[in-house]
């Protein structure tokens, strides 16, 4: 996404490398698990001693209080789909077509990735509003000249404040005629407003702009909408705009690459978004052995409804700590390349797109679905049964001990001297 405001400064925005989606899947039981007892147990505290502190970096991974800025998707939220067509071009599509490119499909990733928690409602307006210029005049690119890009944000405003009631939403796309000569599709982001605009005496603070082909990239608005929910953008941009995007995070989250095989969120994200409670986080804070069961990220609510532990923790500085989940081939990431127990860095101090998640990666000398991953070397990085793999620069062992009939995996996690 970019970082904007009326005067902004651009800041990085997502990758728009196409790929195919692999066909993989998998089915299983997954049914509710708990701690599981071994010889020695190190004492774990509650979830908050691993809460690092929200900073002020953008879109910070500090979760211990939420940025009021922004809406928090733990309930039911309205979002309203805007049409814009331009006088230089007569739109080939029609605004039905465009609403059925990204929904329900987006709805249906976060209702998942929230296990129901959350839910958008999408509202189109289902009818082409024309902009009072010709699409060339707002130069639409990546990155986008402000002025142009804020020009074409209050005519879009303009046309749409008479028909739309924006007190009703709490999220507003802006999509443009991918038709129109003056379109770039690389122009799609998130706009974000230190001063407010303004339409039906309503502040509006963020728009997410849509300038996708007909039909769009895969998972497109799932990435964009994340911003809207302050979720940083987790690839990592060349400074020359050269070379590979996804070497932080690869395939293992929607904010990394929204053509990811396990584009489903990271556990921390649900943590940080209010989706994971106090009983489904362990926080392991005492040297010595722990013994946990986890169930994969991506799994619906265990039968019965109680939750199970997703999320391991250990802290390792003031704005740092190391994740452990797993991730297994269901519900968003049913077409991952690999299952298994995944090890990732925290930095709750590091600015979005600077590499706030750092995916470990347990097998560095392969890789694996080479022509389906966004960035093959990560593809395998999960452990698999049996295998151990010590943090680097940390004292902090994880090992995939085993895993269950059910599909959840049984980890232990090593720290202090005998990591």
Not at 57 to 80: E, F, K
Not at 202 to 222: K, S, Y
Request: glycine residues 8%; hydrophobic residues 35%.
């Amino acid at each position: 996404m970019e970082r904007h405001r009326a005067t902004a400064r651009p800041g990085p925005d997502r990758p728009r490398l196409r790929r195919a989606a692999a066909a993989f899947t998998s089915l299983m039981a997954l049914t509710t698990t708990s701690l599981v007892t071994g010889p020695t147990l190190a004492a774990s505290t509650s979830p908050e001693a691993c809460a690092l502190p929200r900073t002020t970096a953008h879109h910070s991974l500090g979760l211990d209080t939420w940025n009021g800025a922004y809406v928090r998707p733990d309930h039911a939220v309205d979002s309203v789909m805007i049409f814009l067509s331009f006088p230089d071009s007569r739109p080939r599509t029609t605004p039905r077509e465009l609403a059925a490119d990204h929904f329900p499909a987006t709805s249906r990733f976060w209702n998942s990735s929230s296990y129901g928690k959350f839910v958008l409602r999408n509202h189109p307006l289902g009818r082409w509003l024309e902009m009072p210029r010709p699409s060339t005049a707002y130069r639409t690119t990546r990155d986008w000249d402000p002025k142009r890009r804020d020009m074409y944000l209050r005519d879009a405003l303009h046309v749409a404040d008479p028909v739309v009631d924006f007190a009703k939403y709490q999220v507003v796309y802006l999509v443009a005629d991918p038709d129109a000569p003056g379109i770039d599709s690389d122009a799609t982001k998130v706009v974000n407003f230190n001063t407010p605009m303004r339409a039906d005496g309503t502040n509006i603070g963020r728009i997410v702009t849509v300038f996708e082909h007909h039909p769009p990239d895969r998972n497109v608005l799932a990435h964009e909408t994340g911003h809207v929910f302050d979720l940083p953008d987790l690839y990592h941009r060349p400074v020359d705009g050269k070379g590979d995007w996804d070497t932080y995070v690869g395939d293992w989250d929607v904010m990394g690459s929204q053509f990811g095989l396990a584009p489903d969120l990271f556990g921390w994200l649900k943590w940080k978004l209010g989706w994971l409670d106090d009983r489904q986080v362990r926080c392991v804070q005492s040297a010595g052995a722990t013994m946990l069961t986890l169930e994969p990220v991506s799994a619906p609510p265990s039968v019965g409804g109680r939750a199970g532990t997703r999320l391991a923790v250990i802290r390792t500085g003031e704005e740092s700590a190391i994740a452990v989940e797993a991730r297994a081939a269901v519900g968003n990431d049913a077409t991952t390349c690999t299952e298994g127990i995944l090890i990732y860095r925290i930095r709750g101090g590091t600015e979005s797109g600077g590499g706030p998640v750092e995916v470990y990666d347990t097998h560095p000398r392969t890789s694996a679905c080479a022509g389906t991953s966004v960035y093959p070397p990560l593809a395998d990085a999960p452990l698999g049964v049996g295998e151990t793999f010590t943090v680097p620069g940390e004292r902090i062992s994880v090992e995939a001990a085993d895993r269950t009939p059910t599909g959840a995996w049984t980890v232990k996690i090593i720290t202090g001297d005998k990591a």
